[in-house]
């Protein structure tokens, strides 16, 4: 079980990319009280949460519905987790990310940006939804789904600690620290993007 919470820990930290958000929301909330922007951070921890739990326990009822085997979205989340990774190599993520910190910051008033964009698509956006649904698709047990639950819970916990210390995070990283992580996180999520196509392939094609 140990293994397990590392690997799912590992998986969904990449994905997810605390690093990665905290100088976004650095951005968005530039003008905000430390009230404010502490409030926005928990609540968008919280509902990119709720929505990750509910494609977790209840995904793979959702692709039944819809005719779609488990090892096809194995396959095309893997895909779509490499595409994210490629991004966030060659810094394109990070590129749209301050786009959009932009048209928001074109606003005179500070927004709520808890629900979009850092809850989703940031926290829970595509990538990791299909990742956590990928991760339960393993599970063997009510004790391997909470293991999962627990490393997504500590996933998001040290999100929202990345978020509420937004700014003076940044002030000591710097910019070009920040892009290095990510780019190193990148790398390990094409690894493990690869991987998830590999299994879904295994499992498709006979022997």
């Known amino acids: 079980m140990y293994d397990l919470f ?3 820990f590992v998986t969904l ?3 997810i990319d605390p690093p990665g958000c905290a100088p976004i929301f650095a951005g968005l909330t530039g003008g905000a009280t430390p009230a404010h922007a502490r409030a926005m951070a928990v609540r968008a921890c919280l509902i990119a949460g709720a929505i990750l739990v509910v494609f977790a326990l209840f995904g793979e009822h959702l692709l039944a519905a819809l005719h779609i085997e488990l090892n096809s979205f194995r396959i095309a989340g893997g895909i779509m987790l490499f595409l994210i990774a490629l991004d966030m190599v060659f810094e394109k993520r990070t590129q749209r990310r301050e786009e959009r910190v932009e048209k928001i910051k074109a606003t005179p008033e500070v927004e709520d940006v ?11 956006g595509p990538g990791s939804i299909a990742t956590v649904m990928l991760l339960m698709s393993r599970a063997e047990g009510t004790p391997a789904t909470l293991v999962i639950l627990a490393a997504l819970a500590a996933v998001l916990a040290l999100s929202m600690v990345a978020l509420i210390a937004a700014l003076p995070l940044m002030r000591l990283l710097g910019n070009k620290v920040e892009a290095v992580i990510t780019r190193l996180l990148g790398v390990l999520l094409a ?7 590999i299994d879904g392939l295994r499992e498709a094609i006979p022997a």
């Open 6 to 8: 590392i690997s799912a």
């Open 13 to 15: 930290f990449v994905v």
């Open 114 to 124: 808890s629900v979009f964009p850092m809850a989703m698509p940031m926290l829970a």
């Open 191 to 197: 690894a493990l993007a690869a991987q998830y196509v």
